[in-house]
């Protein structure tokens, strides 16, 4: 089983509108949150990190929020423009001594329409 | 802007060829990954690195190999490229905030 979930797994908006993008997690230890965006054909970019005593994060007209206590994040896109269209994927590292592995998300794929 | 390359970026090679996808980062990090991902499909990690010396395989079974000899660098080679290989192989590095993606090498097998 994943331990990183995110929901919804695609998502059609029309441009100007706003979103939100879920993510659940179970890894533990738990070391900081990320979500990155992909464009198709692209690595991934970092858009926020979160470390577990930070419950939100901007970045421009992204926001992350983080409850770890319930092991939930969200990604809010307000005012969404054509080039947000990607996908947005969360990746949580856990605190291991040796690894910080991160774990990776499905991805959310968001289509932002004129 | 990340100090991580991955070259070449696109590679069409025939079957039974060997090849090596290289990634080169100058941020320092000690921790190094390659993920296999398919279009429109989720990353999966094949192999990672804690640092000179250290490789283990990751997630997703895979019949490439890695080594990492210095710490800015971090080859992926396979030994007789198959068609079941074609797919884009993305090249990370982190340190204990930040991860870093390289552009990501498309390889097709024919």
């Known amino acids: 089983k994943n331990q990183v979930e995110q929901s919804p797994q695609s998502l059609i908006i029309l441009e100007g509108k706003n979103c939100t993008l879920q993510c659940n997690y179970t890894v533990s230890p738990f070391s900081n949150l990320r979500w990155y965006k992909q464009d198709t054909g692209r690595g991934p970019v970092s858009l926020t990190i979160?470390?577990?005593?930070?419950n939100t994060k901007s970045n421009g007209r992204y926001t992350a929020t983080l409850d770890a206590d319930t092991k939930q994040s969200s990604l809010h896109i307000t005012a969404s423009q054509l080039s947000d269209s990607a996908s947005y994927i969360c990746?949580?590292?856990?605190?291991?001594?040796?690894?910080?592995?991160?774990?990776f998300g499905r991805g959310t794929q968001l289509t932002v329409w004129p | 802007e990340a100090d991580i390359y991955q070259t070449p970026r696109y590679l069409v090679i025939g079957t039974g060829k060997k090849i090596t996808l290289e990634c080169s980062q100058t941020?320092?990090?000690?921790?190094m990954y390659w993920y296999q991902q398919d279009p429109g499909m989720e990353l999966h990690l094949i192999h990672y690195s804690y640092g000179v010396n250290s490789t283990e395989k990751g997630d997703l079974s895979s019949e490439s190999t890695v080594s990492r000899i210095r710490t800015e660098h971090f080859p992926l080679t396979l030994e007789s490229a198959r068609p079941s290989h074609t797919s884009q192989y993305l090249c990370a590095s982190s340190d204990f905030r930040q991860a870093f993606f390289g552009q990501g090498t498309r390889l097709t097998v024919v």
């Open positions: 990746v949580v590292s856990d605190r291991g001594s040796t690894l910080g592995r991160l774990y």
């Open positions: 979160m470390t577990f005593s930070e």
């Open positions: 941020m320092g990090h000690d921790k």
